[in-house]
């Protein structure tokens, strides 16, 4: 965006809400009410997204969804559920298709105040999400004999290691270490490393690094404060960004952000629906409020993200008034009350 | 038992020589009172690996790369300590070299002598891909489809975790370490990870007999079946199928994510976990590192006619080689499997509760586990702990 850093600040950005299924609408409309407390220039727009047959009879998410996010290029999801046997694929995988999102970036920070056996992680997994072991790209060979196929290719190897070396300068990170299998898969994670290494080339302010995926387990629970940014494909990336999120705190505090071709992105919580909590108040909203923020530091909005993670941060430290799979017995309403007041209290 | 490994043990039984040169009823005899094994397939008929003069069993030893010679030569130098009467055969692979001739004869000496215990070979992985690991080489030849391995929480060492005691098994040789790509277009490069009934029954049966022979009460199959549907749901749908005959072992699966999730919040609710090939990767180094890292944990590789030991994660140690700071547990305990495996348990026992006590009760740590002692000394220390308890050693 050309525009001068104040009056990109000033403006009000468009945002398309998705609050999806379950405890969804409660957490969105919790995050939204803590951005109008902090006062920032964000305008949100609701959709739904449920699959419905376009012509030709191709799955798709309705056309006034995504003639929002074309508009606004930035969105912020809710979790949703994918049911069995619909007849479609999940709602995930056609956001996935529909705006082209090739990486996803998870940064893990662990959280003062809720206390895990890890402390000082402060690491950041980008995952290719379009390809390699996800291509869905099965066959029966003979009765009994399986074969799935993972694609690699250049291009989406070299975005995504694009991607993670911006990512890095953009955000003040040191290193960025590939993360592969090549001695086993010679061709296949040597191509993905082969690309990384050309792109890290015209990076040299960036350290850049190559680990095996066993090493990088190894190492990352015994001490994970030796990883910055981790850049891998699509499978090791599903099994270590999940891990990051347990060395953490697990789903309900991490955030997500999903990057796409021209300019889109969209943030979201990865938890589940939790139907059985929906409705009852119960919810904890910081995976989402934290994706938001991460979304605000996407947008340049960066006071605006500080004020509201610090205030989210310090309600967890306090443990007054804590959601009940944060261990206290406080309803999510008297949660997001307390962020707001803090983060009212700030200015 | 199958039948087919039920008339193997039998011909075994019946070869001339049988146990240590007994006559032939008084071995069957003997065999049969032999009912304790830790390989499932053995059973009460089973022979080890027949010895070769006078009672002793020949080994093959590969050092590999890293550290591997430096802690080769201390498990070489214990055993002739302890008067352990093994001898070994060892071979020499020179990973750096682009001929398979080195790996070969590896493989043959491994044929001829049936048991095997090993270092990590380093795999150059920017030579191009007619260079195959030379580890899965040897994994895929001698059809070596188990790995094995224990981690458990040991005291004195200090983890963020306590209380883990997770056994291990991965199917060793297919899923994604088939080494099956091709690049169809240019840019474009596809991997093929193969599946088979014939193993995923084979491997699941092998840890379900593994888990009735050492007490374990629940076994959780861990897959991607979700996304991999054809792939992992073949793997699933054959472990669940052996999981219908062993009613006294409780059967859950878990995905892959999760279960990482799972194990560094609480890895304590594991028993045993059983894997294809990548997920195993993944899962055995995250256990390991749960308990204290790659110097502690041992790895057994069991096929139906050969075994291979090893240190459980499969490191090099290249940046830590010859500098003395090694930690050999990982390779003493593997050689300790290895004598259990030759049915020689007082041995194993000695060296293992000596091994042990320096870890735990001396608490004589090398570098990787925060302490300050150097892989001498630790041997030193096991030695000492040997001697002490009367069995005939030759003199420190």
Request: glycine share 8%; charged share 20%; proline share 5%.
């Amino acid at each position: 965006v050309a525009m001068a850093g104040n009056a990109w600040r000033s403006m009000i950005h468009t945002v398309t809400m998705i609050p999806g299924d379950g405890i969804g609408p409660e957490i969105s409309s919790a995050v939204m009410k803590i951005f109008e407390a902090a006062k920032a220039p964000i305008q949100w727009e609701e959709r739904n997204v449920t699959a419905i047959k376009g012509p030709g009879g191709k799955w798709m998410i309705p056309p006034d969804a995504k003639e929002s996010m074309d508009q606004s290029k930035i969105g912020l999801k809710g979790p949703l559920k994918t049911p069995i046997a619909a007849g479609h694929p999940s709602m995930n995988l056609l956001l996935r298709k529909t705006f082209d999102l090739y990486a996803n970036v998870r940064p893990c920070v662990s959280i003062e105040g809720y206390k895990t056996p890890y402390t000082d992680v402060n690491l950041v997994t980008i995952r290719e999400n379009t390809e390699g072991e996800y291509s869905g790209i099965e066959h029966v060979i003979v009765d009994g004999v399986v074969q799935s196929i993972k694609l690699i290719t250049e291009d989406a190897s070299r975005r995504i290691a694009e991607y993670a070396f911006e990512y890095a300068r953009n955000n003040q990170r040191s290193s960025v270490t590939a993360v592969h299998k090549a001695n086993i898969m010679r061709m296949s994670d040597g191509l993905f490393l082969r690309k990384c290494r050309e792109v890290a080339e015209t990076y040299k302010d960036i350290k850049f690094t190559e680990m095996y995926l066993d090493t990088v387990c190894l190492n990352m629970v015994q001490d994970p404060t030796q990883f910055d940014v981790l850049v891998m494909p699509n499978l090791y990336g599903d099994i270590l960004s999940d891990l990051c999120a347990g060395l953490i705190g697990g789903l309900g505090v991490t955030p997500s952000g999903n990057i796409g071709a021209n300019g889109v992105a969209i943030f979201e919580s990865v938890h589940g629906t939790a139907p059985d909590i929906a409705g009852l108040d119960m919810a904890n909203p910081t995976a989402l409020l934290l994706s938001a923020v991460m979304m605000l530091r996407h947008m340049g909005l960066h006071e605006y993200g500080k004020k509201i993670e610090t205030a989210c941060f310090d309600t967890i430290r306090d443990k007054k008034v804590l959601t009940k799979d944060l261990g206290g017995n406080s309803k999510c309403s008297e949660f997001t009350a307390d962020i707001c007041r803090r983060v009212v209290d700030m200015d | 038992m199958t039948l087919r490994a039920a008339l193997c043990a039998l011909s075994r039984a019946v070869r001339p020589g049988g146990c240590g040169g007994l006559p032939l009823s008084r071995t069957l005899q003997v065999c049969g009172a032999t009912i304790h094994a830790s390989h499932p397939r053995q059973g009460s008929t089973y022979t080890p690996p027949p010895a070769r003069y006078g009672g002793r069993h020949t080994v093959t030893l590969i050092p590999g790369d890293g550290i591997g010679p430096e802690l080769a030569n201390h498990v070489r130098e214990l055993f002739w300590f302890c008067c352990v009467p093994v001898d070994f055969e060892l071979v020499n692979v020179d990973s750096s070299l682009t001929a398979e001739d080195d790996i070969n004869n590896a493989i043959m000496s491994i044929r001829r002598n049936g048991v095997a215990l090993k270092g990590n070979l380093e795999t150059n992985h920017n030579l191009p891909p007619s260079y195959k690991s030379r580890n899965n080489l040897l994994r895929t030849s001698l059809d070596l489809y188990a790995n094995v391995m224990h981690c458990q929480s040991l005291p004195g060492v200090k983890t963020r975790h306590r209380n883990i005691d997770i056994m291990i098994i991965r199917e060793n040789t297919e899923g994604e370490y088939s080494s099956l790509e091709h690049e169809s277009v240019p840019g474009v490069v596809e991997c093929l990870k193969i599946i088979t009934r014939v193993n995923s029954l084979r491997i699941a049966d092998f840890a379900f007999q593994t888990a009735r022979q050492n007490g374990r009460r629940r076994i959780t199959a861990v897959h991607k079946a979700n996304i991999m549907k054809l792939g992992d749901g073949l793997f699933l749908e054959c472990c669940k199928e052996v999981a219908s005959g062993y009613p006294d072992i409780a059967f859950d699966t878990l995905i892959v994510d999760n279960a990482t999730m799972q194990l560094v919040s609480r890895p304590q609710q594991f028993d045993m976990m059983l894997m294809p090939n990548l997920y195993g990767n993944v899962v055995s180094n995250v256990c390991a590192g749960l308990v204290g890292g790659p110097g502690l944990v041992p790895g057994a590789n069991h096929g139906e006619h050969y075994a291979l030991f090893e240190a459980g994660t499969r490191n090099t140690g290249r940046s830590i080689a010859n500098r003395n700071s090694a930690n050999p547990t990982a390779m003493l305990l593997a050689s300790c499997l290895l004598l259990d495996h030759l049915k020689l348990p007082a041995y194993a026992h000695m060296i293992r509760r000596a091994t042990l006590s320096t870890v735990t009760e001396t608490r004589m740590h090398t570098a990787d586990l925060g302490g300050q002692a150097s892989t001498s000394d630790v041997i030193k220390s096991i030695r000492n702990a040997i001697q002490s308890t009367g069995p005939l050693t030759q003199s420190i």
